[in-house]
């Protein structure tokens, strides 16, 4: 699993790096799935990951790869798709901002026994994965006045006045469809992790 894991990654990285739309916007979307890349890799013995988590960090990375290679509002699959008029794979984006981080926030809180309660814990992945997001958008802010010229291109707005609040909504939707949808394979592979973890000597 590690070496197409790292495959998938590399080769994806390697095609978005070739002649992307907007260089410097290129590497503020790649730098998340590069730390990322950097946190897997330190905490891999010490704190394996179920295999879930792995591969929706593999996709979050993609998504974010191909958003840098053309920039979010040109990706050419997304161009009226559906018939809408604006470019919406930076809603997908913020899907999967809301999808992945709630898995890793769910994951994190029941293997460290944050919170006994799966009520409460699913109300703090909820509420982890909405304050991630404003905190994202924050950041875009700054970045975007900081960089003058790739403005428009990494904030993605399109115009679009409630881009910010819709962002933030599809990271909601993405939090509660991941709690909803993968907490039962989620909760058996974690079994299975403290199972293997006990065989160990």
């Not at 840098?68 to 040109?74: I, L, Q, R, V």
């Not at 709630?102 to 006994?116: F, H, P, S, T």
Request: glycine share 8%; proline share 4%.
């Amino acid at each position: 699993m590690k070496y197409l894991w790292l495959s998938v990654f590399f080769l994806v990285l390697l095609w978005s790096g070739i002649h992307p739309k907007d260089p410097l916007t290129w590497l503020l979307e790649v730098a998340p799935a590069l730390l990322a890349l950097v946190a897997l890799a330190l905490s891999y013995r010490s704190f394996p990951l179920t295999p879930l988590l792995y591969w929706l960090i593999l996709a979050h990375c993609v998504v974010l790869m191909v958003g840098g290679h053309y920039t979010y509002a040109e990706v050419p699959l997304f161009d009226g798709l559906f018939g809408a008029e604006r470019n919406n794979y930076d809603k997908l984006g913020h899907f999967f901002q809301g999808f992945v981080p709630a898995m890793v926030a769910r994951e994190l809180l029941i293997r460290k026994q944050v919170v006994k309660s799966a009520g409460w814990r699913d109300f703090i992945v909820v509420s982890f994965c909405l304050g991630f997001s404003a905190f994202y958008e924050l950041v875009e802010w700054a970045v975007a006045l900081l960089s003058g010229q790739a403005a428009e291109a990494f904030l993605g707005t399109q115009g679009y006045v409630w881009d910010t609040q819709s962002d933030m909504a599809m990271a909601l939707l993405g939090a509660c469809s991941a709690l909803w949808f993968l907490s039962g394979l989620h909760n058996r592979q974690l079994a299975a992790l403290a199972t293997a973890a006990q065989g160990k000597p």
